[in-house]
């Protein structure tokens, strides 16, 4: 049986999520954005595809602050236009002309899908082996 489901796991992650709770100071996000790594796919690629090969995990929570174009300028994609659209393959990044497509649709945000000319910009971040749900940083 995989550690995430023994009562150790499962009590390591209440733990986790009971110590990081702050009522006092509005909503704090988990995971933290601290663990936020943005990757990005190649043509054709999912985001669970492209952080899987880097021994990450997806982090679908992330995706809200990929959604505009000052959010990408941090990670060196820049777009000279951009657009919305409600499908599940965008934030993604036409590399030929620069163009950026952002999710007009917060509840359409998914790894899985992949688009077949433009890049995926993608949420990943680190977990504990056996953990999933923790990230390294996150104890």
């Known amino acids: 049986m995989p550690y995430e489901f023994t009562c150790e796991g499962v009590l390591q992650r209440i733990n986790a999520f009971i110590e990081k709770q702050d009522f006092c100071h509005g909503q704090v996000m988990w995971p ?4 936020l790594q943005v ?10 595809q492209v952080c899987q090969e880097k021994q990450l995990i997806c982090e679908p929570s992330f995706f809200q602050h990929l959604n505009k174009d000052k959010d990408l300028l941090k990670y060196e994609v820049t777009c000279q236009s951009s657009e919305m659209a409600k499908d599940i393959v965008v934030p993604s990044f036409d590399p030929k002309n620069k163009h950026c497509v952002f999710q ?7 790894c899985a899908g992949a688009h077949p000319r433009h890049r995926r910009i993608c949420p990943c971040r680190d977990f504990i082996k056996g953990q999933v749900a923790l990230c390294k940083d996150c104890l």
Not at 32 to 35: E, I, N, T, Y
Request: aromatic content about 4%; overall charge neutral.
């Open 104 to 110: 007009g649709d917060l509840l359409l945000f998914s």
């Open 32 to 35: 933290p954005l601290s663990a």
């Open 39 to 48: 990757k990005l796919a190649e043509p054709g690629q999912s985001c669970k």
